[in-house]
């Protein structure tokens, strides 16, 4: 009967031939139609105004999840959905969960919340009301919660409510993080508290700069203070670490749409049901990041502050919007829980080949974890922070934070392609008719970023996890050159390297800075460790002396010089280099000894110029090149002297080796 497309002509509408005096054809209806005119056929929309119509629109929410395989190993078995409680009674009990998160400490009861956006007036709101003792203005107003919202819905909210968000040409949602580019290590405080202080590495070396928990609870009242005077918050209620056996509920409070999709991405997305079953969450962050910690406050030295407290469980953050704050917040607290567990927590990038053989990618900020774990002929599992169990390796993330600076689509294809719809582009700069993202432009920062869930990756291992890994890479971007493309590391030589936690980038945007600086940062990742690093040097000497994993030093920096006469090494070099371990070929090479350092260098790698193999010989100025590899060896030397006290294990021999593993200087 209708005219749907297919090519044939209507037969619901017939122009008479005789004309009607101003000159238009009338129109007839055919006999038996009701008298009106219909512009189309298709049956009508069961609504009667307009209101319930754009209601029609939006169906029945179904929470975007991370997507598992078949045989779901991170759902636990005793997981069954809550059919015995109304929808009604479970939205209740869901807010009166937020509304406990939000309460102020010296209040008994959480403020008045409301579940949705505000200016929704029309139904009743689901509120949950507090008994009104304390009655005062805050008390009396409604807080709107943002419960889990989808990218779409995040999206809306960015455009419309936070200046700096824009759709970029293939589809990502551009943000600003405001003052704060990156992390804000100095700012970082952990509550000294009974149940962990013992356990913790306190002192010189140490990222664990003491608080009270007095201090703490002024900070978090004014973060919840801050959330609660705000017509609206967004809260995440996700988990952590793909393995079910210990993954970790969390819940993230924040005041912009930018944190929330930020956090969607990058932590594990439950399913609906598993969204029933939440509950009360292990470890809450308030992340009320655009206000700034009073500086009157005791050990306060800006006006940022993070603060982790064990004991409550929870973490707050004023003074920086710079999302990477809440996700390396959360890997400081798998790095206190996880070894209490007998479970090494790391910071590295991980894939796996087809043969099974997992890979470890250690390296600090900007030395390639996750430009080497996204490899097309390998499983991604994860970019930046695993679990190293007695089961094998898991990811703790369900997304990845990758660096875009200088990106480009041939080079990094895997990465280039998930920057799409759902994607947060942390201070990128665009053009700003169409949109196209220039990835050369520093004008806001060199750390721009691209945060985007993992299985936009298109070969992800989904669930992410992998068995115990065969090769253990250490990331180095040596900026003096003077550290080889690659070297195999005995035992005691990956302990000793592992605890220094070497890299050195160049000193940054400042014009005429030259000289690289060296970072020593233990376990290569000082930030978040809450341990000693013996402790889990310990683990990961054991773990991989059991498992029989051979460790590997490769250098990402520079070649031929260092920064400003050399070059940075081609990615395309880094990549055969990293093939070549991973298919087993340089296990087979020959080597020869480099001095000072005493490494192991491979002859000869497949699609690698042997000439820039041995470093010197890459350096025009051999002089040169002696005095800056004494110089680095030195620096090595007086970074380890801190861990010479210390033990690894309980064997003193072992400590020894690796003492005598580091560089000797004649
Ligand atoms: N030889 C190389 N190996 C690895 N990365 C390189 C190399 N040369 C340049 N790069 C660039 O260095 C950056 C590494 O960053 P990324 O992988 O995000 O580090 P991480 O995940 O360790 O913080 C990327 O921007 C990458 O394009
Ligand atoms: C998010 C970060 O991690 P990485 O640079 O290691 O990817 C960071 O250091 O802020
Ligand atoms: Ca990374
Ligand atoms: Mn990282």
Known sequence: MASNGNGNASHDFEFA??????????????????????????????????????????????????????????????????????????????????????????????????????????????????????????????????????????????????????????????????????????????????????????????????MDEETFLVNRERAVDYLNSLEKVFVNDQFLNWDPQNRIKVRIISARAYHSLFMHNMCIRPTPEELEDFGTPDFTIYNAGQF???????????????????????????????????????????????????????HSGCNMGKEGDVALFFGLSGTGKTTLSTDPNRQLIGDD????????????????????????????????????????????????????????????????????????????????????????????????????????????????HFISGYTALVAGTVEGVKEPTATFSACFGAAFIMLHPTKYATMLAEKMQRHGATAWLVNTGWSGGSYGVGSRMKLAYTRKIINAIHDGSLLGANYAQTPIFNLAVPTAVNGVPSEILQPQNAWSDKTQYDATLKKLAGLFQKNFEIYADYQVGGNSQLTQQILAAGPVLQ
Not at 298 to 311: A, E, G, P, Q, V
Not at 325 to 337: D, P, Q
Not at 463 to 486: Q, R, Y
């Open 292 to 346: 700034p910690c009073n500086r009157y406050t005791h050990y306060m030295s800006s006006s940022t502050s993070i603060d982790l407290n064990l004991k409550r469980k929870e973490m707050v953050i004023l003074g920086t919007q710079y999302a990477g704050e809440m996700k390396k917040g959360l890997f400081s607290l798998m790095h206190y829980l996880m070894p209490k567990r007998g479970i090494l927590s790391l």
């Open 17 to 210: 031939s005789s004309h009607v005096p101003n000159g238009l054809s009338k129109i007839n209806t055919k006999p038996g139609e009701p008298d009106m005119c219909k512009d189309d056929t298709s049956s009508t929309v069961k609504v009667s105004n307009l209101e319930q119509l754009h209601a029609l629109q939006k169906k029945k929410a179904s929470a975007p999840t991370t997507p598992r395989n078949a045989t779901n190993p991170s759902t636990p078995k005793n997981l069954t959905p809550r059919a015995y409680l109304s929808e009604e009674e479970r939205q209740k009990q869901q807010m009166q969960s937020v509304s406990a998160s939000l309460a102020s400490l010296t209040r008994q009861s959480g403020p008045q919340v409301i579940k949705g956006e505000p200016g929704r007036k029309k139904s009743p709101p689901k509120t949950v009301t507090a008994p009104r003792l304390d009655i005062s203005d805050s008390a009396l107003k409604f807080t709107h919660v943002l419960y889990n919202l989808s990218p779409s819905e995040l999206y809306e909210q960015a455009i419309k409510f936070e200046k700096g968000s824009f759709i970029t040409s293939s589809g990502a949602l551009a943000t600003l993080s405001g003052a704060k580019t990156g992390r804000s290590p100095k700012d970082k405080r952990v509550v000294k508290e009974e149940t962990s202080k013992d356990d913790l590495w306190w002192g010189r070396g140490s990222p664990n700069i003491e």
């Open 385 to 496: 922070e695993h679990c190293w169990s007695d089961n094998g390796v898991s990811n703790i993330e369900g997304g990845c934070y990758a660096k875009c600076i200088d990106l480009s689509k041939e080079k990094e294809p895997e990465i280039w392609n998930a920057i799409k719809f759902g994607t947060v582009l942390e201070n990128v700069v665009f053009e700003e008719h169409y949109r196209e993202v220039d990835y050369t432009d520093k004008s806001v920062t060199e750390n721009t970023r691209a945060a985007y869930p993992i299985e936009y990756i298109p070969n992800v291992r989904l669930p992410c996890v992998g068995p115990h890994p065969k090769n253990i890479i250490l990331l180095s971007c040596d900026a003096f050159g003077v550290l080889p493309p690659v070297s195999k590391l005995t035992h005691a030589q990956t302990m000793y």
